[in-house]
């Protein structure tokens, strides 16, 4: 099942103010988009500090660091590998308004120990015009992908050389994202927020050369990304706005898939997302991690973390191929503690996924839907048979049945108000069929009376979809009234099984014995009695077998040797082993089969002789008028013979 | 927004087979220059053309208000068909037995208004003869018939005045010849003797009167019961056939006779050739036989599809035999077959669709034979079994009619189960594309007779296809021979086809009593696309059991993959599943209990404490639909209501109970229910009893179909429909398509197309399951841009030339035929001045 476990601490953060701002701390922390589930390095650029690697496995430790100087701002960071074990770290820095990139490569760093060797081996800096808002370092093709906020797409080359620009034509850059196909093609795409209320999204093939080419561009109108959170994940493109209103987008063409309103996040919460497989998004909402699915619309695990007040995602590893074996992953956030001195921590989040099917989903969604009553198929018609169904103030009767103590008035409100005109269910009362309301109903009778209770009761039981809540545990708060008990028995649906099996083997009542036999029979499988008798913990089977065995007198009132008895008893001896039972019962109890055999094959016998005769005297009967004898009685032969009538 | 079309599918219209007196029951009309054959249906004409062998012409009664008013009632038929001798030579003439007379153009389009007049004459028309001269109207009196002739004498242009000539009282059987102008009819005379009447309609003479011949010492009742009779053209022969076999042939100038025996069960049908010198003949054996009458020779035109009802030539060219598939004793199923009259090749065959009905319905004919069985009557209790069926439909009140029918998901061709054969239905062209025998039985090669008729064939219970559309899997159950110990226990039979390249099915693997040995199999559904690419599927038993079968592709056969053993402690036919679309849930209805079987570990899905997740719903469950992915939707016999699974609570209930309870058999209704996958809104058809007339109960029916959208909040339309629906499907695409009792398809179709759903629907099914759609729209794209791109190399020429006309940019852009491509990509929704704005944005 979906799970998420309790973060552990990667770092704690420098206590520059603006790392503990929750308005724009994920800003300010620029985490390689490079996560995968099973990675153990996280790169992660902390302005005004440094940008630093940590590894995760197996004690969370920092291997590599590089200082910034406290006044500059990381505005994207990129590291990747390439096949010589060389790392390449691009990142861009932001002070008083002007902008570099830099470059730096340094040995690959593989585990804790290697980490002192580490050393940068060569470095590059360049002026841009306008912040970079996203890198991406391509190191097969020895090529840096850098954007700009102003809206321009250059390419570098790994000394920081720029090869190739490309103008977007619109300023403003708001998000920007590369990503992969199926195949390893690259590409990247874009939104910038247009003036008044539009969204302008552009699609780019990222060639062998780095070169982009447009392939789509898209305008979206009355959209707006500000206060917007977004993420993207096979081909789909989350915005989270208003802290609990999310669109769904489907790429290429950026359609709009759904909307979806989240009643449980808080208007006003601190919120971030981070996809983590198909359809599922981590989400947090002030200091609760929410794993949700929103194809189903479910949400699948929630974790609160106590000690701290908020915590943001700033990066997550999806999960692709999602199967049962394949199903766990990380996400890196930032919590912080309030006080009056905030602190904030890098925590990583281990999640189990699920497998994304309705299964995982089944009973968590959160769109509620109003509920109708039992409705007529067609409004307008005539036909006697098609009587206009009853439709009580179940509201005010309920009100009425809360406060109502004594059994009649209870009764008659019952049976009057919801017009109920026979002390069982019948057909007519189909109408009554909403579970939530009858489990009202029953909670208010069971909190009125204790002992004694009204008719109603007995109406209630006969119901079929009277609610499983209340039928656990049910036997036992009618034990001391026998009549309701019988027809709880009888009649009253969902009663668990571990009940009617304790009240099997405690009762001594012959009649109710066979009624509960049949019960169990009726509603159970074979297996789950089976397993339902091998649950239960103090069982003494004695008293059953002790009742079967003594019905046999020809005092008792009810014979037991049924079928359904014998069935159910060979149940209960295939579950607890036949020489479970002492020496004493097995004895008996092959006495009364042999007594029952016996009387079987002198049945048998008897109908055996009784056979014989009367089809003796038949015979002769046929004999003596087989003029009347009809042709139809008559055995079929092999074959006929039918001759042509001429 | 849905909309409800009677547009296809109905039966072969035979006029005539309802009145016992009658050989001659069809009625159509080969044309003049003999290259169309029109035939009637109940709810059409079909104009064949005999050269391409296609229906080139459908002239629908619903489709024109004159037709519908004609046609107003079951019971009226068309009892003749004529050509209408103009200049044009493109309009028939059409009587039915109403005494209304239409004249309808055959060819090019129907003109809305059509010349119709009512002929001023009392009781049934029955026939008309002598070329449109004479008319013949029936009435039943007891057991035998009142004939009546009339002159019709054609006044003016339109106008006809009917005048009585005679009346023949007792009439137990009548033919008349090819020609029209001979009439012949076996009657009751006054000492209770069966007496031949042979009268020329030319000049009113009675040429002939004279004692049916015995033809046997043979006392018994099928030696002297008449079953067919023929006249020739000339009026010198009669054909006598009985019950017993033998026909007799009578020389009417001299009354000699001689009996020609071969058939070894009823006479059904006999028919001089046009030059009189072949007699034609057909019965049970499903044989056509030709005796030559000069030399008392004899040929065989063997394997028919049906016993052949009637056998007579259209013209010199053509013999046109109408057959019927008795073995469905539900329903008369009638096909018209056109032979050439040289090398007795079939031209034609006309029939509709074969639906097997539940209980047998009321017009069923069960033609004579020598014993009474469940296709077939016998002489002795002809009259009474009849009228005991009717009495007995009459007394239940409630009726289940539902029959099933099935859509394969590419070809979306009908597949209707007829007994121990499949009919492949094509409900856009309008014809039957194959009739298919997929089981072993007696009937596949030849007629049954006499006590064969009593063997039960095996019957096709269940077909299902997989959603790719390569396999199909049929269920079928065989019976044992009666008055045995076993009886009882019969065969199930569960098997795999595949597809092959003809578009015929050919069986791959057979499972003989796939749940153990007379254990029947409940219900079958195939597995969604998420589990071994929907080459699977699951059967249910009546005990709780469940299996799951797989196409193997190692062993390239069916296997068994998985199982539940038969768990519960009682029996029952209340099956019904469903399966999630990512194959990770089974739904499993069983009586009023519905269970939850996780698929991968196949068991049921139990909750933390252990315990199964089970619901226990008020009646058993009648149909289950599990719709995108979220909500089930249930009807049990009180209601039909959605629960949602992912917040455990039911949305929307309506009230079946008066519709639903008792009325159809365990999962029947499940055949009235319809999914469309796409949109996931679910149609359901409701049938309620016709109003009772002058307060006794009716055979008539009238249906409703609903259309809902996936959680049943909103009802999406409410259409009626003046018959028994008996089964409604989903053609997996818009439309529903349905088919009522009188074996008409009907269309529930959508007008807005899939395209103008609201896109950001949430109703609509997970397209996103299908995770490669997004890869191969971005490739798609990329491919359209690559060409784009190399277009653009080849223009670089001009480019050069553009780049002079615009200027030398500052950003370095020029403007030419693909500048403006990614503009138009995508243009719904956008405002105008968003539009310019773009454009100034790639211009400047």
Same mark, same amino acid.
């Given at each position: 099942?979906?799970?998420?476990?309790?973060?552990?601490?990667?770092?704690?953060?420098?206590?520059?103010?603006?790392?503990?701002?929750?308005?724009?701390?994920?800003?300010?922390?620029?985490?390689?988009?490079?996560?995968?589930?099973?990675?153990?390095?996280?790169?992660?650029?902390?302005?005004?500090?440094?940008?630093?690697?940590?590894?995760?496995?197996?004690?969370?430790?920092?291997?590599?660091?590089?200082?910034?100087?406290?006044?500059?701002?990381?505005?994207?960071?990129?590291?990747?590998?390439?096949?010589?074990?060389?790392?390449?770290?691009?990142?861009?820095?932001?002070?008083?308004?002007?902008?570099?990139?830099?470059?730096?490569?340094?040995?690959?760093?593989?585990?804790?120990?290697?980490?002192?060797?580490?050393?940068?081996?060569?470095?590059?800096?360049?002026?841009?015009?306008?912040?970079?808002?996203?890198?991406?370092?391509?190191?097969?093709?020895?090529?840096?992908?850098?954007?700009?906020?102003?809206?321009?797409?250059?390419?570098?080359?790994?000394?920081?050389?720029?090869?190739?620009?490309?103008?977007?034509?619109?300023?403003?850059?708001?998000?920007?994202?590369?990503?992969?196909?199926?195949?390893?093609?690259?590409?990247?795409?874009?939104?910038?927020?247009?003036?008044?209320?539009?969204?302008?999204?552009?699609?780019?093939?990222?060639?062998?050369?780095?070169?982009?080419?447009?392939?789509?561009?898209?305008?979206?109108?009355?959209?707006?990304?500000?206060?917007?959170?977004?993420?993207?994940?096979?081909?789909?493109?989350?915005?989270?706005?208003?802290?609990?209103?999310?669109?769904?987008?489907?790429?290429?063409?950026?359609?709009?898939?759904?909307?979806?309103?989240?009643?449980?996040?808080?208007?006003?919460?601190?919120?971030?997302?981070?996809?983590?497989?198909?359809?599922?998004?981590?989400?947090?909402?002030?200091?609760?991690?929410?794993?949700?699915?929103?194809?189903?619309?479910?949400?699948?695990?929630?974790?609160?973390?106590?000690?701290?007040?908020?915590?943001?995602?700033?990066?997550?590893?999806?999960?692709?191929?999602?199967?049962?074996?394949?199903?766990?992953?990380?996400?890196?956030?930032?919590?912080?503690?309030?006080?009056?001195?905030?602190?904030?921590?890098?925590?990583?989040?281990?999640?189990?996924?699920?497998?994304?099917?309705?299964?995982?989903?089944?009973?968590?969604?959160?769109?509620?839907?109003?509920?109708?009553?039992?409705?007529?198929?067609?409004?307008?018609?005539?036909?006697?048979?098609?009587?206009?169904?009853?439709?009580?103030?179940?509201?005010?009767?309920?009100?009425?049945?809360?406060?109502?103590?004594?059994?009649?008035?209870?009764?008659?409100?019952?049976?009057?108000?919801?017009?109920?005109?026979?002390?069982?269910?019948?057909?007519?009362?189909?109408?009554?069929?909403?579970?939530?309301?009858?489990?009202?109903?029953?909670?208010?009778?069971?909190?009125?009376?204790?002992?004694?209770?009204?008719?109603?009761?007995?109406?209630?039981?006969?119901?079929?979809?009277?609610?499983?809540?209340?039928?656990?545990?049910?036997?036992?708060?009618?034990?001391?009234?026998?009549?309701?008990?019988?027809?709880?028995?009888?009649?009253?649906?969902?009663?668990?099984?571990?009940?009617?099996?304790?009240?099997?083997?405690?009762?001594?009542?012959?009649?109710?014995?066979?009624?509960?036999?049949?019960?169990?029979?009726?509603?159970?499988?074979?297996?789950?009695?089976?397993?339902?008798?091998?649950?239960?913990?103090?069982?003494?089977?004695?008293?059953?077998?002790?009742?079967?065995?003594?019905?046999?007198?020809?005092?008792?009132?009810?014979?037991?040797?049924?079928?359904?008895?014998?069935?159910?008893?060979?149940?209960?001896?295939?579950?607890?082993?036949?020489?479970?039972?002492?020496?004493?019962?097995?004895?008996?109890?092959?006495?009364?089969?042999?007594?029952?055999?016996?009387?079987?094959?002198?049945?048998?016998?008897?109908?055996?002789?009784?056979?014989?005769?009367?089809?003796?005297?038949?015979?002769?009967?046929?004999?003596?008028?087989?003029?009347?004898?009809?042709?139809?009685?008559?055995?079929?032969?092999?074959?006929?013979?039918?001759?042509?009538?001429? | 927004?849905?909309?409800?079309?009677?547009?296809?599918?109905?039966?072969?219209?035979?006029?005539?087979?309802?009145?016992?007196?009658?050989?001659?029951?069809?009625?159509?009309?080969?044309?003049?220059?003999?290259?169309?054959?029109?035939?009637?249906?109940?709810?059409?004409?079909?104009?064949?053309?005999?050269?391409?062998?296609?229906?080139?012409?459908?002239?629908?009664?619903?489709?024109?208000?004159?037709?519908?008013?004609?046609?107003?009632?079951?019971?009226?038929?068309?009892?003749?068909?004529?050509?209408?001798?103009?200049?044009?030579?493109?309009?028939?003439?059409?009587?039915?037995?109403?005494?209304?007379?239409?004249?309808?153009?055959?060819?090019?389009?129907?003109?809305?208004?059509?010349?119709?007049?009512?002929?001023?004459?009392?009781?049934?028309?029955?026939?008309?003869?002598?070329?449109?001269?004479?008319?013949?109207?029936?009435?039943?009196?007891?057991?035998?018939?009142?004939?009546?002739?009339?002159?019709?004498?054609?006044?003016?242009?339109?106008?006809?005045?009917?005048?009585?000539?005679?009346?023949?009282?007792?009439?137990?059987?009548?033919?008349?010849?090819?020609?029209?102008?001979?009439?012949?009819?076996?009657?009751?005379?006054?000492?209770?003797?069966?007496?031949?009447?042979?009268?020329?309609?030319?000049?009113?003479?009675?040429?002939?009167?004279?004692?049916?011949?015995?033809?046997?010492?043979?006392?018994?009742?099928?030696?002297?019961?008449?079953?067919?009779?023929?006249?020739?053209?000339?009026?010198?022969?009669?054909?006598?056939?009985?019950?017993?076999?033998?026909?007799?042939?009578?020389?009417?100038?001299?009354?000699?006779?001689?009996?020609?025996?071969?058939?070894?069960?009823?006479?059904?049908?006999?028919?001089?050739?046009?030059?009189?010198?072949?007699?034609?003949?057909?019965?049970?054996?499903?044989?056509?036989?030709?005796?030559?009458?000069?030399?008392?020779?004899?040929?065989?035109?063997?394997?028919?599809?049906?016993?052949?009802?009637?056998?007579? !030539? *259209?013209? =010199?060219?053509?013999?046109?035999? /109408?057959? %019927?598939?008795?073995?469905?004793? &539900? +329903?008369?199923?009638?096909?018209?077959?056109?032979?050439?009259?040289?090398?007795?090749?079939?031209?034609?065959?006309?029939?509709?669709?074969? !639906? *097997?009905? =539940?209980?047998?319905?009321?017009? /069923?004919? %069960?033609?004579?034979?020598?014993? &009474? +069985?469940?296709?077939?009557?016998?002489?002795?209790?002809?009259?009474?079994?009849?009228?005991?069926?009717?009495?007995?439909?009459?007394?239940?009140?409630?009726? =289940?009619?539902?029959?099933?029918?099935?859509?394969?998901?590419?070809?979306?061709?009908?597949?209707?189960?007829?007994?121990?054969?499949?009919?492949?239905?094509?409900?856009?062209?309008?014809?039957?594309?194959?009739?298919?025998?997929?089981?072993?039985?007696?009937?596949?090669?030849?007629?049954?007779?006499?006590?064969?008729?009593?063997?039960?064939?095996?019957?096709?219970?269940?077909?299902?296809?997989?959603?790719?559309?390569?396999?199909?899997?049929?269920?079928?159950?065989?019976?044992?021979?009666?008055?045995?110990?076993?009886?009882?226990?019969?065969?199930?039979?569960?098997?795999?086809?595949?597809?092959?390249?003809?578009?015929?099915?050919?069986?791959?693997?057979?499972?003989?009593?796939?749940?153990?040995?007379?254990?029947?199999?409940?219900?079958?559904?195939?597995?969604?696309?998420?589990?071994?690419?929907?080459?699977?599927?699951?059967?249910?038993?009546?005990?709780?059991?469940?299996?799951?079968?797989?196409?193997?592709?190692?062993?390239?056969?069916?296997?068994?993959?998985?199982?539940?053993?038969?768990?519960?402690?009682?029996?029952?036919?209340?099956?019904?599943?469903?399966?999630?679309?990512?194959?990770?849930?089974?739904?499993?209805?069983?009586?009023?209990?519905?269970?939850?079987?996780?698929?991968?570990?196949?068991?049921?899905?139990?909750?933390?404490?252990?315990?199964?997740?089970?619901?226990?719903?008020?009646?058993?469950?009648?149909?289950?639909?599990?719709?995108?992915?979220?909500?089930?939707?249930?009807?049990?016999?009180?209601?039909?209501?959605?629960?949602?699974?992912?917040?455990?609570?039911?949305?929307?209930?309506?009230?079946?109970?008066?519709?639903?309870?008792?009325?159809?058999?365990?999962?029947?209704?499940?055949?009235?229910?319809?999914?469309?996958?796409?949109?996931?809104?679910?149609?359901?058809?409701?049938?309620?009893?016709?109003?009772?007339?002058?307060?006794?109960?009716?055979?008539?029916?009238?249906?409703?179909?609903?259309?809902?959208?996936?959680?049943?909040?909103?009802?999406?339309?409410?259409?009626?429909?003046?018959?028994?629906?008996?089964?409604?499907?989903?053609?997996?695409?818009?439309?529903?398509?349905?088919?009522?009792?009188?074996?008409?398809?009907?269309?529930?179709?959508?007008?807005?197309?899939?395209?103008?759903?609201?896109?950001?629907?949430?109703?609509?099914?997970?397209?996103?399951?299908?995770?490669?759609?997004?890869?191969?729209?971005?490739?798609?794209?990329?491919?359209?841009?690559?060409?784009?791109?190399?277009?653009?190399?080849?223009?670089?020429?001009?480019?050069?030339?553009?780049?002079?006309?615009?200027?030398?940019?500052?950003?370095?852009?020029?403007?030419?035929?693909?500048?403006?491509?990614?503009?138009?990509?995508?243009?719904?929704?956008?405002?105008?001045?968003?539009?310019?704005?773009?454009?100034?944005?790639?211009?400047?």
């Amino acid at each position: 099942m979906a799970s998420i476990s309790q973060p552990f601490r990667l770092s704690s953060l420098p206590k520059i103010p603006s790392l503990s701002n929750y308005a724009n701390q994920t800003e300010y922390l620029q985490v390689v988009d490079n996560l995968s589930p099973s990675a153990n390095k996280v790169n992660i650029g902390i302005s005004g500090s440094s940008i630093s690697q940590y590894l995760i496995n197996p004690t969370p430790k920092l291997v590599f660091n590089l200082p910034i100087p406290s006044t500059n701002i990381v505005t994207a960071c990129d590291v990747d590998e390439n096949s010589d074990n060389l790392e390449t770290w691009c990142y861009g820095l932001e002070a008083r308004k002007v902008s570099h990139l830099h470059l730096a490569t340094k040995p690959v760093i593989q585990d804790a120990t290697s980490s002192s060797n580490a050393e940068i081996s060569s470095k590059f800096k360049y002026k841009l015009k306008a912040k970079a808002v996203s890198i991406k370092v391509y190191s097969k093709a020895e090529k840096v992908l850098v954007v700009l906020q102003n809206g321009l797409i250059q390419t570098f080359d790994h000394e920081l050389k720029l090869l190739n620009t490309i103008d977007i034509s619109y300023d403003n850059v708001k998000f920007v994202q590369p990503f992969q196909d199926g195949q390893g093609n690259d590409f990247v795409f874009v939104l910038c927020q247009l003036n008044d209320n539009k969204l302008c999204y552009k699609l780019f093939q990222v060639g062998e050369f780095v070169t982009c080419i447009e392939l789509n561009s898209i305008i979206l109108e009355n959209t707006t990304l500000d206060g917007a959170k977004l993420c993207y994940q096979f081909g789909k493109l989350y915005i989270l706005k208003d802290s609990n209103e999310l669109s769904i987008y489907q790429l290429p063409h950026l359609q709009l898939q759904s909307n979806i309103q989240l009643p449980f996040v808080s208007k006003g919460s601190v919120t971030s997302i981070k996809p983590v497989s198909s359809n599922r998004v981590l989400l947090t909402s002030d200091n609760i991690i929410y794993l949700v699915d929103l194809l189903y619309n479910a949400v699948l695990f929630e974790k609160e973390i106590k000690s701290v007040k908020a915590i943001q995602l700033l990066s997550s590893a999806a999960v692709l191929d999602n199967s049962d074996d394949n199903r766990k992953t990380i996400a890196l956030g930032v919590s912080t503690k309030n006080g009056t001195n905030p602190s904030s921590y890098l925590d990583v989040i281990n999640i189990d996924v699920g497998t994304g099917t309705l299964k995982d989903a089944m009973g968590k969604g959160f769109m509620v839907k109003q509920k109708r009553g039992l409705q007529k198929l067609f409004n307008e018609s005539n036909e006697d048979e098609d009587a206009e169904l009853p439709s009580p103030e179940y509201e005010a009767i309920l009100k009425q049945l809360k406060t109502c103590k004594k059994a009649e008035n209870f009764d008659s409100i019952f049976f009057k108000k919801l017009s109920l005109s026979k002390a069982y269910y019948t057909d007519n009362d189909r109408f009554l069929n909403d579970n939530d309301l009858l489990t009202q109903i029953i909670d208010a009778l069971f909190a009125n009376f204790k002992d004694e209770y009204p008719d109603a009761l007995t109406y209630l039981l006969t119901h079929p979809l009277f609610p499983p809540a209340h039928s656990k545990g049910l036997l036992t708060k009618l034990k001391n009234n026998p009549r309701l008990f019988k027809q709880a028995i009888v009649t009253c649906p969902n009663v668990p099984l571990d009940d009617l099996l304790t009240e099997l083997f405690n009762i001594t009542n012959v009649e109710l014995c066979f009624d509960i036999t049949l019960r169990v029979l009726q509603d159970y499988k074979k297996e789950s009695i089976k397993a339902g008798i091998r649950k239960i913990e103090k069982m003494d089977i004695t008293n059953f077998l002790d009742m079967i065995l003594s019905s046999d007198k020809p005092d008792s009132d009810l014979q037991l040797n049924k079928l359904q008895i014998f069935q159910l008893m060979s149940l209960i001896i295939d579950s607890i082993g036949l020489f479970a039972l002492d020496d004493e019962y097995l004895e008996k109890l092959s006495s009364f089969v042999d007594a029952q055999v016996t009387v079987v094959s002198q049945n048998t016998e008897l109908l055996h002789l009784m056979d014989h005769y009367t089809r003796n005297s038949s015979f002769i009967n046929n004999k003596s008028n087989s003029s009347t004898h009809s042709s139809a009685t008559q055995p079929i032969s092999a074959y006929t013979v039918d001759y042509l009538e001429c | 927004m849905y909309k409800l079309s009677v547009v296809s599918g109905g039966k072969v219209a035979l006029p005539r087979v309802h009145n016992r007196s009658a050989t001659r029951k069809s009625v159509s009309c080969l044309t003049k220059d003999g290259s169309a054959y029109i035939v009637p249906f109940n709810n059409q004409f079909k104009v064949y053309s005999i050269d391409t062998r296609q229906c080139i012409k459908a002239l629908k009664f619903a489709n024109n208000d004159v037709l519908s008013s004609i046609f107003d009632n079951d019971s009226v038929e068309v009892v003749h068909i004529e050509l209408v001798n103009d200049d044009d030579m493109d309009k028939i003439r059409v009587y039915t037995n109403t005494g209304k007379v239409a004249v309808l153009k055959y060819k090019g389009k129907l003109a809305t208004e059509i010349k119709n007049w009512t002929l001023d004459i009392t009781g049934e028309v029955f026939a008309v003869l002598a070329d449109g001269k004479k008319i013949l109207t029936t009435q039943q009196t007891g057991n035998s018939y009142k004939y009546a002739l009339y002159d019709l004498i054609e006044e003016e242009e339109g106008k006809f005045q009917v005048n009585h000539i005679e009346t023949f009282e007792n009439v137990l059987l009548s033919t008349w010849s090819n020609n029209n102008l001979h009439f012949a009819a076996v009657y009751m005379n006054q000492d209770s003797k069966k007496s031949v009447l042979v009268k020329s309609l030319v000049d009113n003479s009675v040429t002939q009167n004279f004692p049916v011949p015995s033809t046997t010492s043979s006392t018994t009742m099928n030696s002297h019961f008449v079953t067919a009779l023929a006249l020739d053209n000339n009026g010198e022969q009669l054909a006598i056939g009985f019950a017993s076999g033998v026909i007799n042939v009578i020389n009417l100038p001299d009354l000699s006779h001689r009996l020609l025996k071969w058939h070894v069960d009823s006479v059904l049908s006999l028919g001089f050739t046009n030059d009189n010198a072949y007699l034609l003949s057909g019965g049970w054996e499903k044989v056509l036989s030709f005796w030559q009458l000069a030399t008392n020779m004899q040929h065989f035109l063997p394997r028919l599809n049906g016993i052949v009802l009637e056998c007579l !030539p *259209v013209s =010199d060219k053509y013999y046109a035999l /109408v057959l %019927q598939f008795a073995e469905n004793n &539900t +329903s008369s199923d009638y096909q018209i077959t056109l032979l050439n009259a040289m090398d007795l090749t079939s031209l034609l065959a006309i029939n509709g669709p074969f !639906p *097997v009905f =539940d209980t047998v319905t009321g017009d /069923v004919e %069960q033609p004579i034979s020598t014993v &009474t +069985s469940k296709s077939s009557v016998s002489s002795s209790n002809m009259l009474q079994s009849k009228k005991k069926q009717k009495r007995e439909l009459l007394k239940r009140k409630r009726h =289940d009619f539902t029959a099933p029918m099935f859509v394969h998901p590419l070809s979306k061709h009908l597949y209707l189960p007829h007994v121990s054969s499949l009919q492949t239905y094509d409900l856009y062209k309008n014809e039957q594309v194959n009739y298919q025998y997929v089981t072993s039985s007696v009937n596949n090669a030849a007629g049954k007779v006499r006590l064969e008729l009593t063997i039960q064939d095996p019957v096709v219970q269940d077909v299902k296809f997989t959603l790719d559309g390569l396999w199909m899997i049929t269920y079928e159950v065989e019976y044992p021979p009666e008055g045995l110990l076993s009886s009882k226990e019969l065969s199930h039979v569960l098997k795999f086809w595949q597809l092959d390249d003809n578009k015929e099915w050919q069986l791959r693997t057979k499972v003989l009593n796939p749940h153990g040995s007379n254990v029947p199999v409940t219900n079958i559904i195939t597995a969604p696309n998420s589990i071994n690419s929907s080459q699977g599927c699951l059967t249910a038993d009546n005990n709780g059991g469940l299996k799951f079968w797989k196409f193997d592709s190692k062993q390239n056969n069916w296997c068994l993959n998985r199982l539940l053993l038969p768990n519960y402690n009682h029996f029952s036919n209340s099956v019904q599943l469903a399966w999630a679309l990512d194959g990770s849930l089974i739904f499993h209805a069983f009586e009023d209990k519905l269970s939850i079987i996780e698929f991968h570990e196949f068991k049921l899905l139990e909750d933390e404490n252990g315990s199964p997740v089970e619901r226990t719903l008020d009646t058993p469950i009648q149909a289950l639909t599990l719709v995108n992915d979220s909500t089930l939707i249930i009807s049990t016999k009180t209601s039909l209501h959605s629960f949602n699974l992912l917040t455990q609570s039911t949305i929307s209930s309506f009230d079946l109970y008066p519709y639903v309870n008792a009325v159809y058999k365990p999962g029947h209704f499940a055949r009235l229910m319809a999914y469309d996958a796409n949109t996931g809104r679910i149609a359901v058809a409701i049938n309620q009893p016709g109003d009772a007339v002058n307060g006794s109960r009716t055979l008539q029916h009238k249906s409703h179909i609903l259309i809902f959208n996936s959680d049943l909040t909103e009802k999406l339309g409410t259409f009626e429909h003046n018959k028994y629906i008996s089964s409604l499907v989903w053609n997996y695409a818009a439309d529903f398509i349905f088919m009522d009792i009188k074996s008409r398809l009907g269309i529930v179709s959508t007008t807005a197309s899939s395209e103008m759903v609201d896109e950001s629907n949430n109703d609509q099914a997970f397209e996103s399951l299908h995770s490669d759609s997004f890869t191969e729209k971005l490739l798609e794209l990329t491919k359209k841009k690559v060409m784009v791109n190399t277009e653009a190399e080849d223009v670089n020429d001009e480019d050069i030339g553009l780049e002079f006309i615009n200027g030398n940019l500052a950003q370095n852009k020029t403007i030419n035929m693909n500048s403006f491509t990614s503009l138009f990509e995508n243009t719904d929704n956008v405002q105008m001045d968003t539009l310019f704005d773009r454009v100034m944005k790639i211009i400047t």
